[in-house]
């Protein structure tokens, strides 16, 4: 099963990021975009995981979030790794927030070295991907619209983790929820041996 933990985004930002991405894809250049329903902020990239390690997980995560309070972030800006005159990965960036999200992140990858899962080479950079490209096609005009167009700041409430399931498919990639996490305690969280879907 190919997971990763994330935050969900309100409709009313994923709507948002929608109409940039249709904005930056007029530049006609060679970029697998983001379907609109598929806009998350990812915490941890997990990869192939064996089904049988997720009640671990699960408990883990549930820990992590019962331990943290819930919190905003702002979404503002429109950037690249590893930059915009060479783009490769196109984002949105966080504005307010950031120790919020770089401190989740941080319990998550600490919870879940402990169960195994290898920490990430590079420091956490949180930021919303809306498009990766896939070659040179079309670059000058991408870059032209990456310098002049700027994301509107949307607030975030971030209330919960999600850890998701991602299937590649020919139409993209199919993300479910297996369990959900609220910040705080609240609820208690979905373990895995029981998940929650949607």
Known sequence: MRL???LELPAGVRRALGELVRRLASS?????WVEEENFHLTLKFLGEVEPARL??????LSR???????FRFTAA???AFPSVRRPRVIWVGVDRGRDGLRELAGRVEAALAELGFPREDRPFTAHLTVGRVRSPRGGEALVGLLSSTAFPEREVAVEEMVLFQ????????????????????????TGLSAPRTG
Not at 28 to 32: C, N, P, Q, T
Not at 64 to 70: D, I, K, S, Y
Not at 171 to 185: D, I, K, N, S
């Open 4 to 6: 990763f933990v994330a």
């Open 28 to 32: 006609g250049a060679d970029v697998k």
């Open 166 to 189: 991602s299937v590649l498919g020919r139409g993209g990639p199919v993300y479910t929820a297996l369990g959900r996490y609220p910040l705080g305690g609240a609820g208690g969280g």
């Open 55 to 60: 009640p671990r997980l699960g408990e883990a």
């Open 77 to 79: 800006g429109t950037g």
């Open 64 to 70: 992590v979030a019962g331990e943290t309070a819930p």
